[in-house]
């Protein structure tokens, strides 16, 4: 049998009994009035995840021909893990076509310590470039296509966005690509609202040029292969037109499509408000050109950028979706949006602060690990096939508290 020993305070030691009880009850006081200070976390700071992103490599790529043709215009890269190639996609009308790159240098593994005065000696290389070609297998005709956002899926395909024309009368489109020969596989609908109406004077759909550019897919499982469902997102470079408030005070509205992708159906989830800073004084261009996944959990990495006479203005933010309103009953957000939460956003990096003359930045995707704890950030300016601009490559190390 086992015995329990009671402890039994002896009449003599009522004092200390005393004594303990008033320590307990001061400090259950002191938790009370906030004597006993604990760590305060604000609901901004909960919303958010504990990054930061460091400047870890960069490289030009030189002036050349490839094929025949200039190589340029890049509007977005996405990279395959697996193959360790960088897809860069050149918005070029004529021949809409993306190019496969390789990087010279250690993108992965050895990257923070293959440094050269603290930045990774890098150099980009065309390996080959796939024009795109439309259902039929035809190339597009000149003109008729202007491509401007893209992502790899877990069954190896491309899907490419494209920004349309309002002017012809062309819509924005979203599609998937075969990854070897850039034949259109299949469309993904795209809501009516984003479509211009065909009238003499616009009311309705994408701006012109403001249209489709940014585009990430999100893995459900990370496993990949055919049958594995995923989520697409689409964010407008501007607002739509029946969002467009002209009051140059009021920020730009702008949407972002949340999409779920399965061998059986496509279907649009929701979309949400994506509301920008207010344009520079000044600026000509304004709008977002890219988005990256960060995690399950509904947050972001978003391009902000502006050009005008004081040059470009880009910066880098965090998203949170999370408890954004689903506006996608809501025909016009002109004017008054009370009631609708848009996403959040948290600055991450200002990229004029870097030590480098800014670019037109309008590419971006997640490259391969770093190390175990830290991911690395691809951004690639499009140079506008301009003698004056460069086709630059910025390595970032993002760093996770």
């Not at 408000?273 to 399950?296: K, S």
Request: a negative charge.
């Amino acid at each position: 049998m086992t015995m329990m020993r009671v402890l039994v305070w002896p009449q003599g030691a009522g004092w200390i009994r005393r004594w303990l009880q008033g320590i307990v009850s001061a400090c259950l006081l002191m938790l009370l009035v906030g004597g006993c200070a604990l760590p305060q976390v604000s609901a901004e700071d909960r919303l958010f995840l504990d990054l930061s992103a460091e400047l870890v490599g960069n490289c030009v790529l030189p002036k050349q021909s490839f094929d025949g043709e200039p190589v340029g215009g890049i509007s977005a890269i996405a990279y395959d893990v697996p193959r360790d190639r960088l897809y860069g996609l050149s918005d070029n009308r004529d021949r809409p076509r993306f190019y496969t790159f390789s990087v010279k240098g250690a993108l992965a593994g050895s990257l923070a310590n293959n440094t050269q005065n603290g930045r990774n000696p890098l150099a980009l290389a065309v390996d080959s470039v796939t024009y795109l070609k439309d259902l039929d297998g035809n190339p597009y005709p000149a003109g008729s296509l202007d491509p401007e956002g893209m992502a790899i899926t877990p069954s190896n395909t491309l899907l490419i966005s494209t920004e349309g024309s309002p002017r012809a009368q062309i819509p924005p489109t979203i599609g998937e690509y075969n990854i070897e020969t850039g034949q259109l596989t299949q469309m993904i609908p795209v809501p009516s609202r984003y479509v211009p109406d065909e009238v003499e004077v616009q009311t309705r759909g994408v701006q012109e040029n403001l249209s489709f550019e940014a585009l990430a897919v999100n893995v459900s499982s990370g496993t990949g292969g055919v049958y594995e469902p995923y989520r697409l997102f689409v964010a407008t470079e501007g607002p739509l037109l029946q969002d467009l408030d002209f009051e140059p005070e009021i920020p730009y509205k702008n949407r972002l499509l949340h999409y779920t992708i399965d061998p059986y159906q496509t279907t649009l989830i929701s979309e949400h408000l994506y509301e920008m800073d207010l344009a520079p004084t000044g600026a000509v261009l304004h709008g977002v050109p890219e988005i990256a996944v960060l995690d399950q959990g509904g947050h972001f990495l978003s391009l902000e950028r502006s050009y005008g006479f004081q040059g470009f203005a880009i910066k880098l933010y965090q998203l949170a979706s999370g408890g954004a309103t689903d506006i996608s009953t809501v025909e016009s957000l002109r004017g008054d949006v009370n009631g609708i939460s848009p996403i959040q956003k948290e600055l991450v990096l200002d990229l004029g602060s870097l030590d480098l003359p800014l670019q037109n930045y309008e590419a971006m995707t997640f490259g391969p690990d770093i190390d175990s704890r830290h991911r690395s950030l691809l951004v690639m300016s499009d140079d506008n096939f301009s003698d004056d601009q460069e086709t630059s490559l910025l390595v970032f190390q993002i760093n996770a508290l």
